[in-house]
């Protein structure tokens, strides 16, 4: 199976109540030899919100979704691919989250999550950085004017298509600038990396307890 294994499934801890996020460059979701272990891998998650990305697909409908998530995911929304680049799909359990999108872009979906357990609310924006410009210089500027205030809570997660040394790169080399881009938008933010199971390639500005 040629595609990559999920990045990370960080632990959500908020009031003694956990959830788990499953976030996965999926690279092609058309292919029905991806479902099964698509599928198998949501299940040993326990995850209550996917999020996927580079989907190549232009639309998702709850027929073609139950051809690899479990029913329990009865919500999603995506942003479409153009043409076989990019796209990105966020599923979630509606007995654990209520979903309200708040921003459409090619590269991001944000969403605000309530819990219906204890009615907490934050947003998670999941990202699929591009790797050409002008959208590429288009998304930095999006992730630098992004407003996060000290009582929100608030995840991006995904792939960014950037890194934050040259270390992170699975090749040799890599483009010293474009760390100090992302380490820039980082410290802009205010963002933190959270602990992770996993990968770690995703930052939160830190205003709530987060665990594995």
Known sequence: MLFPPPQLSPWIIMNNQNWNILCWNIR???GFDKWDAITNKIEESSCSIICIQET??????????RKFAPRRFDNFDFIPSIGASGGILVMWNSSHFTGVVLERKQYALTIQFTSVHNLDSWKLSTVYGPCQEPLRSEFVNWMKEQEIQDHDNWIF???FNFYRSLEDKNKPGGNLQDTLIFNDVIG???LVELPLKGRSFTWSNMTH????
């Open 188 to 190: 802009q933010l205010g």
């Open 56 to 65: 190549k697909r232009d639309s998702f409908d709850t027929p073609f979704v």
């Open 209 to 212: 307890s987060w665990s594995n």
């Open 28 to 30: 092609g979701i058309n």
């Open 157 to 159: 997660l995904g792939d």
